[in-house]
């Protein structure tokens, strides 16, 4: 087959560009209203301690919202995704440490 | 023909010691997120002196938090996540040559929008200098352990904003490069990892926002 006609097969395959947009587009969408939800919730007459984790847990979502959609781990292989948790997963582990004292700590 | 206009895409983005671009595109995204969480890491030490200093001066970290500019810090945070999302776009799009010109005007997209944040950084900064936040003699809070939480604040936005830099850098150069070479650009692993290095930038603001611009506010 030319190289002509592999070209103009591929483009006769290839997405419209709204195809393309339409996923992450609805993403940021929802992105931006968690943030909003967020600041929105800073301002709340609620104690200091349920407002952070409130803000953490919106924080969390967003970053899963960022690593598999636009970063593009949900058609990642299980490999790719072990991988990608490292960081998290090491995070975690640092985070448990010191909370197993500071927590404690009255 | 000359070799320079009969080779394929394929072949203008592999590299040695590579035999198929697949391997190296899965090499290479890989090699990325290993790097990404060395990144985790490297910012995590931060986090975690930032969380145990909080919870030795948690008044302090509360009133100091409500000094920082929510107008800014909220913009930024819009602004990023904008550009992530299309960054997200770009490899989607890369990889069909009829949408090369589509996933580079994003990746323009997505620089111009990292420069705005960085401009709005400045303005920020400019008007935390103003009401002297800057830790040191004329710093304007007195609560013990406020000095630290504005340490914290112009070290982590100060790394942050240097990652940014990096990854403005990247994008344009992919962006150019690109232009140049459109079958290049459709193959190339290069797309994948630039796109990941952004949304790395985008998750550690996501972070430094929560900590640094949403504590002190409301009663």
Request: charge should be neutral.
């Amino acid at each position: 087959m030319s190289r002509a006609s592999t070209q103009r097969r591929q483009d006769s395959q290839a997405p419209t560009i709204a195809s393309v947009v339409r996923r992450p587009a609805w993403v940021l969408l929802i992105l931006l209203v968690i943030l909003a939800a967020n600041i929105g919730a800073a301002f709340l007459p609620v104690p200091h301690f349920a407002k952070t984790a409130f803000n953490l847990l919106m924080a969390a979502l967003t970053i899963a919202g960022i690593a598999f959609i636009f970063m593009e781990l949900d058609h990642k292989g299980v490999t790719m995704r072990l991988f990608a948790a490292t960081g998290f997963i090491w995070l975690a582990i640092l985070f448990l440490l010191i909370f197993s004292d500071y927590g404690a700590r009255s | 023909m000359s070799r320079a206009t009969t080779y394929s895409a394929e072949e203008a983005a592999l590299r040695e010691p590579w035999e198929d671009i697949a391997r190296q595109r899965q090499a290479v995204e890989m090699g990325m997120w290993a790097f990404l969480a060395s990144e985790i890491l490297f910012f995590t030490g931060i986090f975690a002196g930032y969380t145990i200093y909080r919870s030795t001066y948690p008044e302090a970290f509360w009133v100091a938090g409500g000094h920082t500019s929510l107008f800014y810090g909220g913009t930024n945070t819009a602004i990023l996540l904008v550009s992530s999302a299309a960054m997200g776009i770009v490899p989607s799009a890369a990889r069909w040559p009829s949408l090369g010109s589509f996933a580079r005007t994003m990746l323009w997209v997505a620089a111009l929008l990292g420069i705005a944040f960085l401009v709005l950084k400045g303005f920020e900064y400019a008007e935390d200098f103003d009401e002297h936040l800057f830790p040191g003699p004329d710093f304007e809070i007195h609560e013990r352990g406020a000095q630290l939480f504005f340490a914290f604040y112009w070290c982590v936005t100060a790394i942050h904003a240097i990652h940014l830099i990096i990854g403005i850098g990247l994008v344009a150069r992919l962006a150019i490069a690109g232009t140049r070479d459109p079958r290049w650009f459709s193959q190339t692993p290069a797309v994948q990892a630039t796109a990941l290095y952004w949304g790395l930038v985008d998750v550690i603001w996501t972070i430094v926002f929560v900590i640094l611009y949403l504590p002190g506010r409301g009663s």
